[in-house]
């Protein structure tokens, strides 16, 4: 049981280039969440999924996109990066929905625009 | 919208002793639920406790402790015997319990302890 995972741990990018950051849950939890983490700041909400099919923004959506055709995934797109996205970026995953659920986080993703 | 502040950057304290980490938040819904987490080095974030807002019992788990004060919108973790595996960065995150959609944690700007042997 690996819990969450993702990958890569570190990446590079230069401005307008796109990637893609994976995350991969084997808990079989329905929820799942993207977060970034701003040098000096705590977490931020990106977007979240309640299952497969199923997404919706968070706080600071803006430049991002997910998908989520399994259980098991849920990749966060970076279209046309720019250097306001350099960050650290968590995915986590939780079995029961707001407000009890309890939150496994990932080991995350340093991201650096240049 | 609500808020979560640590108002401590950095704490220090000896191995063995007894820290406590602050966190106040603002919000206007009576129901919702506080966490800690634990940020080590790897990154990692880890839960460390949680509190349900209508339990007035405060949450402890083992050597951690909360000191919930509803009304003063306060929320306090105690780490009793330190020890040098708590060294980590601490956030304290606030989450609403009603409203639709999955609503993510708000977090703090987070606590940066440090353990001294």
């Known amino acids: 049981n690996a819990g969450v995972t993702q990958t890569p741990k570190f990446r590079i990018l230069k401005i307008g280039q796109s990637m893609t950051l994976q995350c991969t849950q084997d808990?079989?939890?329905?929820?799942m969440y993207w977060y970034r983490q701003d040098p000096g700041m705590g977490l931020k909400l990106i977007y979240y999924?309640?299952?497969?099919?199923?997404?919706d923004k968070g706080e600071v959506p803006n430049g991002y996109n997910v998908s989520r055709s399994t259980t098991e995934d849920f990749p966060l797109r970076l279209e046309l990066a720019a250097p306001s996205q350099t960050s650290v970026y968590f995915c986590?995953?939780?079995?029961?929905?707001?407000?009890?659920?309890?939150?496994?986080f990932g080991p995350g993703t340093r991201l650096t625009v240049l | 919208a609500q808020t979560v502040t640590q108002s401590q950057p950095e704490m220090s304290v000896q191995e063995a002793e007894t820290v406590t980490l602050s966190c106040t938040y603002d919000?206007?819904?009576?129901?919702?639920?506080l966490f800690w987490y634990k940020q080590p080095p790897s990154r990692q974030m880890i839960l460390v406790i949680r509190?349900?807002?209508?339990?007035?019992q405060n949450a402890t788990e083992n050597r951690f402790s909360v000191n919930f004060q509803k009304a003063a919108k306060s929320f306090s973790l105690k780490i009793s015997d330190s020890q040098l595996g708590d060294a980590a960065m601490y956030f304290c995150?606030?989450?609403?319990?009603?409203?639709?959609?999955?609503?993510?944690?708000?977090f703090g700007k987070g606590t940066h302890l440090i353990i001294q042997p």
């Open positions: 986590a995953s939780s079995y029961q929905g707001p407000p009890l659920d309890t939150q496994y």
């Open positions: 509190q349900e807002a209508y339990k007035q």
């Open positions: 999924s309640v299952g497969a099919g199923i997404t």
């Open positions: 995150a606030y989450r609403r319990h009603s409203g639709g959609g999955a609503d993510g944690l708000t």
């Open positions: 808990m079989n939890h329905n929820y």
């Open positions: 919000t206007s819904e009576s129901d919702y639920y």
